[in-house]
């Protein structure tokens, strides 16, 4: 058995209020290569049906904190799509 | 304490959380449901949180809050269905004088606002529900 890297990678991409509701759905996994970036995972989502309801830019997290647009993603990776923010 | 409650927020409760002998001056901020916005009569709201990383960045910003300044911080912030004048987020800053307990309140405030995976949505008179979208607001405040 070789013990090469996987060519890609899976992470779970979540998404909330307003954006769930367009998407019809909270949680997707998604496989990428290897090399992704959250840039990457947003691209993946816009390029599905009714993506294009969903900003170029949204604010994205990964792994339960604010993730850059150029932050490399990670098998098993846990990546939100955040609707603007409305708390307090 | 969890951050995120879906119960009715105890503001009595976080003020003695951060009562102490050597703590003269304690610091509050309640934020309240309001009965309009953008124009608009709201009738009820609904928050939804990412629960895991809202509590995540609340005990952050907390202690970003407790290095910067020496306070301590308490916070809660509701989720789930709430009425107008319904307390929605509260605050309570202990230090031993009075301007880091509002310095420290303000930022906790603003930083929350801006940083925690909290979002509402709002009825309205006319029978209408909106997600609220404060960088929106913004255009045409």
């Known amino acids: 058995m070789s013990a090469a890297a996987p060519p890609s990678i899976t992470v779970r991409v979540l998404l909330f209020a307003s954006y769930a509701e367009r998407f019809g759905f909270e949680s997707l996994p998604v496989t990428l290569p290897a090399s992704a970036r959250v840039a990457d995972v947003v691209a993946h989502l816009r390029a599905l049906p009714g993506g294009d309801q969903l900003p170029p830019k949204p604010l994205c997290a990964r792994n339960l904190s604010h993730a850059g647009w150029s932050e490399p993603v990670s098998e098993g990776d846990e990546i939100a799509i955040l609707p603007p923010l409305a708390g307090g | ?141």
């Open chain 2, 1 to 141: 304490m969890a951050y995120l409650t879906s119960a009715p927020i105890d503001v009595a409760a976080l003020v003695s959380a951060v009562q102490a002998p050597e703590r003269g001056g304690i610091a509050t901020f309640i934020g309240l449901v309001r009965n309009h916005h953008g124009g608009r009569d709201v009738l009820r709201l609904d928050y939804s949180a990412y629960g895991p990383m809202a509590e995540a960045e609340c005990g952050r910003i907390l202690a970003e809050a407790q290095t910067r300044w020496p306070v301590a911080v308490a916070l809660q912030h509701r989720v789930g269905g709430l009425e107008i004048g319904d307390a929605a987020v509260a605050i309570a800053v202990g230090s031993a004088h009075r301007d880091d307990a509002f310095a420290a309140c303000r930022y906790v405030i603003e930083e929350v606002k801006r940083r925690v995976p909290i979002w509402k949505r709002e009825s309205y008179a006319d029978g209408t529900v909106s997600w609220v979208d404060p960088t929106a607001a913004l255009q045409h405040a």
